[in-house]
C-alpha cells in the first residue's frame, strides 16, 4: 500500500480524493516534477526544485512550500514508501475556484506527491539499444514550462507506442526540439550535441548534467542545431530523461544509426555518469 502526500497531509493512495473543482483538473493549470530517489538519496534535488520554481513563476503561481519544506516532505515520503529506486511526482496547481480561464483572486494552491518504484529497463536497451520514430513538433510554444497539460506530449508517445517504438523525436521547422517524454542527443565525429534551451525544449535535469560532466572530462560537447538530415547521419543518438538516465538509440524511422550498436562514446558517458551517481549516494550529498 503506497503513501502520497496531499495537501498537508500523509495517506494512503487509495484514500486521496480531489475536488472536481480544481484546476488542475479542469483546465490542466498547474506544473509539475518527476526526481529520482536513489537508496532514500534526491537525486539533483536543487536543481529540480530550481526547475519546479521557473515553472510556476511562468504561470504566475507562488510557490506553497519552501525548498526546505519541500525537501522535508519528500524525504518523509520516501521515507513511508521504502524501494531502493524511487521516481518521486510532484504536482502543484492553482487549487479549487469556480471555472473561469481567469485566475482566482486568492488561489490556494494544490499540492500532490506520490512516490513508485523505479522499473530497471531492460539489459537489451542498453546492449542493443532501441529504436524511435520522429514526429512533427505540434505542441504549444511554452514546452520549457513543466505543465500537466500533457496531451499533446501523450498524443506523440502514443504514436511511438503504436509503431512498437521507444519513443518519439520531435522536430519543428526541420530542427530535432526534443522527445516526447525526453532530451535529445546526437554525437557527429566524437562531438555530444543537444539543442540549446529555448521555449521548445524542457531544460532537462540529466541533459545538463551530461553537458556538465562531458565538460568536466573534456568530451567535445555543444549546444547547437540538429537538421533532420544531422540526425539520420549521426554516429550515436541518444535520450535522456530522470528515468531513462542516458539511452541508446539505435534505430530511427526504421534506418541504422551509426553502426546500429551503442557508441563508444555513449559508454564512455555512460560509465562517467555512474560514477558521478554512485559517488553522490556514497557521500549521501544528493
Known amino acids: ?48 526544485l530550481s526547475r519546479l520554481q521557473n515553472s510556476l513563476d511562468a504561470i504566475k503561481l507562488e510557490n506553497p512550500l519552501t525548498a526546505d519544506q519541500w ?60 529504436a524511435a520514430i520522429t514526429a512533427d513538433d505540434n505542441r504549444w510554444q511554452r514546452c520549457n514550462i513543466k505543465a500537466i497539460s500533457l496531451l499533446p506530449n501523450v498524443l506523440l508517445r502514443q504514436q511511438a507506442v503504436e509503431k512498437g517504438v521507444a519513443e518519439a523525436i520531435l522536430i519543428r521547422d526541420g530542427k530535432v526540439t526534443e522527445g516526447s517524454a525526453s532530451n535529445v542527443f546526437v ?3 566524437g562531438e555530444i550535441i543537444t539543442p540549446a534551451k529555448s521555449q521548445y525544449i524542457l ?19 555543444a549546444e547547437k542545431d540538429i537538421s533532420r538530415q544531422m540526425l539520420f547521419d549521426a554516429d550515436e ?19 541504422m544509426v551509426g553502426k546500429g550498436t551503442p557508441g563508444k562514446v555513449w559508454q564512455q558517458m555512460m560509465d562517467i555518469y555512474r560514477d558521478y551517481k554512485n559517488g553522490l549516494l556514497q557521500q549521501a550529498k544528493c
Not at 203 to 221: F, K, Q, S, W, Y
Not at 237 to 255: A, F, G, M, Q, Y
Request: proline share 7%; aromatic share 8%; with cysteine.
Open 71 to 130: 525537501e522535508q516532505m519528500l524525504k518523509q515520503l520516501i521515507g513511508q514508501n521504502m524501494h531502493p529506486e524511487l521516481s518521486i511526482y510532484l504536482q502543484v496547481t492553482r487549487g479549487v475556484a469556480v471555472r473561469d480561464h481567469a485566475f482566482p483572486v486568492d488561489p490556494q494552491p494544490g499540492v500532490f506527491a506520490m512516490a513508485n518504484p523505479i522499473h530497471k529497463l531492460p539489459a537489451s536497451y542498453f546492449e542493443n539499444g532501441v
Open 203 to 221: 531544460p532537462g535535469i540529466t541533459r545538463d548534467l551530461v553537458l556538465e560532466l562531458a565538460e568536466t572530462h573534456n568530451i567535445p560537447c
Open 237 to 255: 543518438v541518444w535520450l535522456t530523461s530522470s528515468t531513462k538516465e542516458i539511452l541508446p538509440v539505435t534505430r530511427v524511422d526504421e534506418k
Open 1 to 48: 500500500m503506497s503513501i502520497v502526500y496531499l495537501n498537508g497531509e500523509f495517506m494512503a493512495a487509495e484514500n486521496a480524493r480531489v475536488s472536481v473543482f480544481d484546476r488542475g483538473y479542469l483546465l490542466g493549470d498547474g506544473v509539475y516534477e518527476v526526481i529520482p530517489a536513489f537508496a532514500g538519496c534526491l537525486f539533483r534535488l536543487k536543481e529540480h
Open 187 to 189: 554525437v557527429h565525429d
